[in-house]
C-alpha cells in the first residue's frame, strides 16, 4: 500500500521559511507526480503544488506562487517543498500524495490514503 511520511513542519513567525520532506514507505516515488497539500481548521483540503515524475512541470496554487518551491531527488526518494515568507494564512496541517496537473485542486480521485500530515504554524 502506497504511504507517505510528512515532515518538516513547526512554529515559525510570519515572513520565515520552513522545508517540509515527503518519502514514501516500501515504493519509489519517481514513479508518480507528487504534491503538497494543506488543510486548515474548518477548512477543505487544498492543493499547494504538484511535480510531475521527473520535475519537468510544476504547479503552484496562486496563494503560493513566488513563496514555495518544491522540488524532489528521487535518488533520496524524497519530494521537498520549500516555502519562504510564510504567512498566518498558510498555517495549516500539509500532507503529500500523488497528484495531476490536469486538475485544479491538483488532487488524483483515485488516492484515499492520505498520511498523518505536518502542522505548520505561523505565528508571532
Known amino acids: 500500500q502506497l504511504q507517505l511520511v510528512e515532515s518538516g513542519g513547526g512554529l515559525v513567525q510570519p515572513g520565515g521559511s520552513l522545508r517540509l520532506s515527503c518519502t514514501a514507505s516500501g515504493f519509489t516515488l519517481d514513479y508518480y507526480a507528487i504534491g503538497w497539500f494543506r488543510q486548515a481548521p474548518g477548512k477543505d483540503r487544498e492543493g499547494v503544488s504538484c511535480i510531475t515524475r521527473n520535475g519537468g512541470s510544476i504547479k503552484y496554487a496562486d496563494s503560493v506562487k513566488g513563496r514555495f518551491t518544491i522540488s524532489r531527488d528521487n535518488a533520496k526518494n524524497t519530494v521537498y517543498l520549500q516555502m519562504n515568507s510564510l504567512e498566518p494564512e498558510d498555517t495549516a496541517i500539509y500532507y503529500c500524495?500523488?497528484?495531476?496537473?490536469?486538475?485544479?485542486?491538483?488532487?488524483?480521485?483515485?488516492?484515499?490514503?492520505w498520511g498523518q500530515g505536518t502542522q505548520v504554524t505561523v505565528s508571532s
Open positions: 500524495a500523488p497528484c495531476t496537473l490536469h486538475s485544479a485542486n491538483m488532487m488524483r480521485t483515485d488516492f484515499r490514503s
